[in-house]
Each structure stands twice: as C-alpha cells, then as structure tokens.
C-alpha cells in the first residue's frame, strides 16, 4: 500500500502544488479545502474548515489510509488588518480556521499515525508574519505563532513514538495570496528578508523531503525558516 500524505488546503496555491509534486513522487494524496474541484492527482474533499463536525466526518474516511506524513497548510490569510478594528466576525473566523482546525487535525491525525505504528511526519506550514511583527497582521501572526509553539510542545509529548513533529516559514511563493498583497506590501516585507525573491518549489519541497526522510526520525521540534533569519 502506498505511504499517504495529507494536505490541508490543496486545492490551490502552495497546497495544489506540494500535492502535485507528492504524487509525481510516488505519494497516495488525500486533500481537503474550500473549494469545490475535482482533480486526478489528488483525493480531495470540500469541506468547512470551521465546522469539527465536517473535519471529523473528513478523518473517519482516511482514517484507513496508510497515513504517514501530515502537511498543516490551510488558513485564511488577510492582506491587512489593523488590531483594533478586528470584529467578533473576523476573530471567530480566524481562530476557528487557523487554530482550532488545525489542532484538531493534527491530533486526530497523530492518533492514526500512532496506531499505525509507523514512522509518521507532522509539517507545519507557517509565515514569515509570525516572525517580522508587521503591522496589520497582528491576528494572522499570533495565529501562526500559536500552532508553531503548539507543535514544539507536541514534539516533546510525541517523543517515545516515531512522530516527528516540524515547522516550515515561507516568506514568499508565488500564489493567489501572495499576489493579492500588492507591490507596496510585498516589497516592504522584503526589506525584513534576506533572500529577496519568491521561493520556487522544490527549495520548499526540499525541506519536506529532508523531513520525511528516515534518518531524520531525530529531528523534530524544530523551525526552519526559508529567505530569512529570526
């Protein structure tokens, strides 16, 4: 049976890509997201990110799958948004998606992997905001921020089973998000990076594969950030 990688958020962007590339390498791909789309490379599933009830219905269908790396991509990614005029609205939907969703999946997922009994992977795909303090995205950061310490203490109660648990920052990637920022806001953000352009994707790929290798069953709790220091 081929190893399975889940992604959260597949169906466009950085998500499609990572799925894409996963397949061509030999990879079963189980995807979720918003949008509803059919594609041949993946098996993909429209759901609501906010809704546990459609999560959970989500996992009860791989839960048979040969689970063995889980890649945490999906959020909401607003342009700018200043702290004090964040509404009830915006924070629900902010939290939901990008905090409560992602703990549930990446500890029902670690339940399966630890059931399996295999070597499993927990990839957290995280943002050069959590780490430049920019304002406007005092939301998106924090958020960002909490999965990344989340997964850091998660390594250490993971670390007498063979799950690792690892975060990737992304400064810039070609996709719709990244474009809807605009010019003024992509090059002021760059002034903060050390590499000043947008990453291509196997210098991300790279990362991952590096992850998910075997010998790298003792690398776990760790941050590595592309295009930039913190």
């Given amino acids: 049976m081929k190893k399975t ?13 990572l799925a894409k590339y996963f397949y061509k390498e030999g990879f079963a791909i189980e995807g979720c997201g918003r949008s509803k789309k059919k594609f041949t490379f993946q098996n993909y599933t429209s759901l609501d990110l906010r809704s546990i009830q459609d999560l959970r219905s989500w996992i009860d269908i791989i839960k048979k799958k040969n689970i063995f790396c889980f890649i945490n991509n999906a959020s909401v990614i607003p342009v700018r948004y200043p702290a004090l005029l964040n509404d009830q609205h915006f924070l629900s939907e902010m939290f939901d998606v990008n905090i409560k969703s992602q703990i549930f999946l990446i500890s029902e997922l670690s339940k399966i992997m630890i059931k399996n009994k295999n070597q499993g992977r927990i990839i957290n795909v995280s943002s050069m905001s959590s780490a430049l303090n920019e304002k406007g995205t005092a ?16 390594s250490r109660e993971l670390s007498k089973t063979k799950i690792t648990c690892n975060t990737i920052g992304v400064t810039f990637y070609n996709s719709k998000s990244f474009r809807a920022l605009g010019r ?47």
Avoid: C
Wanted: hydrophobic letters at 45%; glycine letters at 6%.
């Fill in 5 to 17: 990688i889940v992604i959260s958020g597949s169906s466009s962007g950085l998500g499609f890509d």
């Fill in 139 to 154: 939301l998106y950061s924090s958020s960002k921020v909490a999965i990344e310490k989340y997964l850091s203490v998660l």
């Fill in 184 to 230: 003024s806001i992509i090059v002021k953000a760059q002034q903060h990076t050390n590499i000043k352009r947008v990453l291509n994707l196997k210098e991300i790929t790279n990362v991952i594969e590096f992850f998910i290798k075997p010998v790298s069953s003792v690398i776990t709790g760790q941050k590595i950030y592309l295009g930039m220091s913190v």
